[in-house]
């Protein structure tokens, strides 16, 4: 697959009888460990042992201790979960989670070695406002304070205003902010390998095309993702494409 990332978010879907169909699917017919899978954390035992990597959609920023619901770095690595999502737009929109939060998560999933997916994306009011590098450079800035090891980190690049939308930026904007990002983060890290991936109503139909926009190193897939055949088309499309 040219390397490329394929990460889905199932969020929170599926009840366990819809497993007994999505599972003998994916579990078939994906062989190839650049495909993510993130379940909701109930499930992801069932999820592990695959050819394909497991993600969880949360994690917290302390190792063990009274922190009643919350699922640590240290738990999440000891169970062979290998990658995380961190700062997921809904995250920071219905759970309040603030940059300084999302720093943390980084800093104490990075000494677990876990692979962190770290989300940005700007609201349509800020793009409007033409307020997008900004608002993005932001919080790389605040997501990566005192950080000092990037080979685990990728950015995913999630415009709030395309999530679940069916509305995505022209494959220009794309390159262009994605380009911006991989500059920001140069500028503050002096790390030039950071990969970006794009997500935002990405689909069986707009993959082959998003996949290939120069420096993207794959996309995060949200709704397009739950449905076994729709998704197993996707990454048959990009591997091909
Ligand atoms: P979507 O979600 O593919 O349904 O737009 C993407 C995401 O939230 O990561």
Same mark, same amino acid.
């Given at each position: ?194 990969? #970006? $991936?794009? *997500? =935002? ?14 420096? %993207?190193? +794959? #996309? $995060?897939? *949200? =709704? ?14 990009? %591997?091909? +494409?």
């Amino acid at each position: 697959m040219k390397d490329k990332l394929i990460v889905a978010n199932l969020k929170m879907n599926m009840i366990i009888n819809d497993l007994t169909d999505y599972l003998p699917k994916i579990n078939k017919f994906i062989n190839n460990d650049n495909v993510v899978i993130c379940p909701t954390s109930l499930y992801i035992p069932y999820f592990l042992k695959q050819k394909y990597k497991v993600g969880i959609q949360n994690i917290f920023y302390k190792s063990s201790g009274a922190y009643t619901g919350e699922i640590s770095p240290k738990q999440a690595a000891s169970m062979g979960i290998e990658y995380v999502l961190i700062g997921h737009s809904e995250r920071r929109t219905y759970f309040n989670e603030i940059d300084s939060d999302i720093n943390k998560k980084v800093y104490e999933s990075s000494k677990y070695n876990l692979k962190i997916i770290l989300c940005i994306g700007e609201t349509l009011e800020q793009r409007n406002m033409l307020r997008t590098t900004k608002v993005l450079k932001k919080q790389i800035n605040l997501a990566l304070k005192n950080i000092s090891n990037f080979d685990n980190i990728i950015i995913a690049y999630e415009p709030i205003w395309s999530i679940g939308t069916n509305i995505v930026p022209t494959n220009n904007d794309i390159e262009k902010t994605v380009s911006y990002i991989k500059q920001v983060v140069k500028e503050l890290t002096n790390y030039s390998n950071i990969k #970006v $991936l794009y *997500g =935002g109503s990405v689909n069986e139909t707009n993959i082959g095309n998003i996949i290939n926009i120069n420096g %993207v190193s +794959g #996309v $995060l897939v *949200g =709704g397009a993702s739950l449905d076994a055949d729709r998704f197993l088309k996707m990454i048959e499309v990009a %591997v091909q +494409g």
